[in-house]
C-alpha cells in the first residue's frame, strides 16, 4: 500500500511537471517569436541606416557636401551677374546699331530727324552763293598747304624715306578722295528731313575714315571736318532760303493780281456810278422841264419826283467819288476775320487783306472746292492802311500761327475776344464781331449724321410669350 502511495504522488508529480513543461515551451515559443520580431526589426533598421548612407554619399558626391551648397549658390549668383552685364553690353551695342542704321534711312516722323538749327543769317540766295565760294577757297587751302590730311610718323620703304613719303602722299590722297566723294553724295541729297541726319553722316564717315588711316597714322583734320560740315549747312539753307524767295514772289504776285483785280471793280464801279449819274441826271433835267410846263395839280407829283432823283443823283456822285478815291489810295482795304468750324475746328480763324470793293467777293472765292465747308464771317474792318494793320495783327498772334514755316497761310489759333480787343485798340474805332458762327453746312451735316447713326442701329423688339390663362 505504500508502494502504490508513492507511485500516485510520483504520477501526480510527473504530471505537475509536464503542465509546467508545457507552459514553459510555450513561453519560450513566445520569446522566440518576439527575438525573431526584434531581429527583423534590427534588420530593417540596418536596411534603413544602410540607404540613408547611400543617400548621403550620394548627396555629397552631388553636392560636395553640405558646406559646398552655398559655394554652389554663390557660383550659380555670380553667373547670373556675369549675364546680366553680357546681357547690358549687347543690348548697348544694339542701340548704337540701330543708331547707326537710323542714320541711312529716311523716314518722315519728327522724332527721326530732329530739327536743323540754322547756322547763318543771309538775307538773299546771292549772300549764300558767296559764302559757298569762301569755304571752296578755304577748303583748296587747307588741302594745298597739306592741312587737310596728316600725317604723324615719317615712313620708309625698303629702307627709302622717299619711297615712304610717296606711300603717304598716296593714302593720305585716297583718305582725302574717299570723304570728299562721301560728303558730296550726302550734301547732295540734303533735304527739311534729314538735314540733322546728314550732320551726324558727314561726322560718322570723317570717324570711319580715320579710323581706316590709324594703321598708317594718318588722319583727316578737324578743321577739314568743321568746313564740309559748313558747306553742307550753306547748301541747305541756301535751298531754304531759295523757296522763301520764291514764297515771297508768289505772294507778291497774287498780291498783284488782287491789286489788278481790285483796280478792275474800281474802274467797274466808277464807270458805273458816272452812268447812273449821267442818268439820274438826265432825268432831273427832263422832270424840271416837265415841272416847269405842268400845271398845278400835277406839279407836287412832279415836285416829289425830282427830290428824289436829286437824292439819287447825289449818291450816284458819292459812289463814283469813293471809287475814285479807292482806286487812287493803294493802301486802303479791307481786313476779314473768317472760321470755318467744320474744316478747322473751333477758336481757328483766317485774318488777311482784301482791296476788292466788295470784300466778300475774296472770302467767297476762299471758300471754294479746296475747303469741304463755307467761311463764316466775323469782321469786315475798313482801314486807309489796311497792309500795316494786318501786318500789325499777324505779328501780334505770331506764337499762334498753325503753319509756323509758310507765312502765306494766315490761320491762327487764337479767341475772337483777343482779336477784337486788339482791333479795337489800334483802329481807334469800336468794330462789332459776330461772335457766334453760323457754320450751316456743317451743322446740317452733323445732324444728318447723327440720324443716319441712329438709323443704323439694331431695333430691338419685345419678344413675347403666350399666356395661359388659369394655368
Known amino acids: 500500500m505504500f508502494f502504490n502511495k508513492k507511485l500516485k504522488e510520483t504520477e501526480a508529480v510527473l504530471l505537475t511537471t509536464q503542465y509546467d513543461l508545457k507552459n514553459l515551451k510555450e513561453s519560450l515559443a513566445t520569446t522566440l517569436a518576439e527575438l525573431d520580431n526584434k531581429n527583423q526589426e534590427i534588420k530593417r533598421l540596418s536596411e534603413s541606416l544602410q540607404l540613408l548612407g547611400e543617400r548621403q554619399q550620394e548627396m555629397e558626391k552631388k553636392y560636395g557636401g553640405i558646406l559646398d551648397i552655398d559655394e554652389q549658390v554663390s557660383r550659380q549668383s555670380q553667373q547670373l551677374h556675369d549675364l546680366t552685364n553680357r546681357y547690358q553690353i549687347s543690348i548697348g551695342t544694339y542701340n548704337d546699331l540701330v543708331k547707326e542704321i537710323e542714320l541711312y534711312e529716311e523716314r518722315l516722323d519728327l522724332g527721326s530727324f530732329g530739327l536743323y538749327a540754322p547756322q547763318f543769317d543771309f538775307d538773299t540766295s546771292e549772300k549764300f552763293k558767296a559764302a559757298i565760294e569762301i569755304n571752296y577757297e578755304k577748303q583748296k587751302a587747307l588741302i594745298k598747304d597739306d592741312k587737310a590730311v596728316i600725317c604723324h610718323t615719317e615712313w620708309s620703304v625698303g629702307g627709302s624715306k622717299t619711297e615712304g613719303k610717296k606711300m603717304t602722299n598716296q593714302y593720305r590722297k585716297l583718305m582725302l578722295f574717299a570723304f570728299n566723294g562721301e560728303c558730296e553724295g550726302l550734301i547732295a541729297r540734303v533735304k527739311w528731313n534729314n538735314a540733322a ?275
Do not use: C
Open 197 to 471: 541726319k546728314t550732320r551726324e553722316r558727314i561726322i560718322k564717315a570723317f570717324e570711319a575714315i580715320n579710323k581706316l588711316g590709324a594703321s598708317h597714322n594718318i588722319d583727316i583734320t578737324k578743321a577739314f571736318l568743321e568746313l564740309k560740315l559748313e558747306e553742307m549747312a550753306l547748301y541747305y539753307e541756301l535751298e531754304q532760303k531759295k523757296y522763301q524767295e520764291k514764297e515771297e514772289q508768289r505772294r507778291i504776285r497774287e498780291q498783284m493780281r488782287e491789286e489788278e483785280k481790285a483796280q478792275r471793280e474800281f474802274e467797274r464801279a466808277q464807270k458805273e456810278a458816272e452812268d447812273e449819274e449821267t442818268r439820274y441826271r438826265r432825268a432831273l433835267e427832263k422832270a424840271q422841264q416837265e415841272l416847269s410846263q405842268t400845271n398845278q395839280i400835277d406839279a407836287e407829283i412832279l415836285q416829289e419826283k425830282v427830290r428824289m432823283l436829286e437824292q439819287q443823283l447825289e449818291a450816284a456822285h458819292e459812289k463814283k467819288e469813293r471809287a475814285i478815291a479807292m482806286a487812287q489810295l493803294t493802301k486802303v482795304g479791307h481786313i476779314y476775320v473768317i472760321s470755318n468750324i467744320g474744316s478747322f475746328g473751333e477758336n481757328v480763324y483766317k485774318m488777311g487783306m482784301t482791296r476788292r470793293l466788295d470784300p466778300l467777293d475774296r472770302v467767297r472765292e476762299l471758300g471754294d472746292a479746296s475747303v469741304p465747308f463755307q467761311f463764316d464771317v466775323h469782321a469786315i474792318i475798313y482801314s486807309e492802311n489796311a497792309p500795316q494793320l494786318e501786318y500789325e495783327l499777324h505779328q501780334q498772334f505770331s506764337t499762334r500761327r498753325l503753319n509756323r514755316i509758310n507765312h502765306k497761310k494766315e490761320f491762327f489759333r487764337v479767341t475772337l475776344e483777343e482779336i477784337e480787343t486788339f482791333v479795337n485798340q489800334h483802329t481807334g474805332a469800336s468794330i462789332e464781331f459776330t461772335k457766334l458762327a453760323e457754320a450751316r453746312d456743317y451743322r446740317e451735316t452733323i445732324k444728318l449724321l447723327e440720324e443716319l447713326s441712329k438709323q443704323e442701329q439694331p431695333v430691338v423688339t419685345e419678344k413675347k410669350f403666350p399666356v395661359s390663362i388659369g394655368g
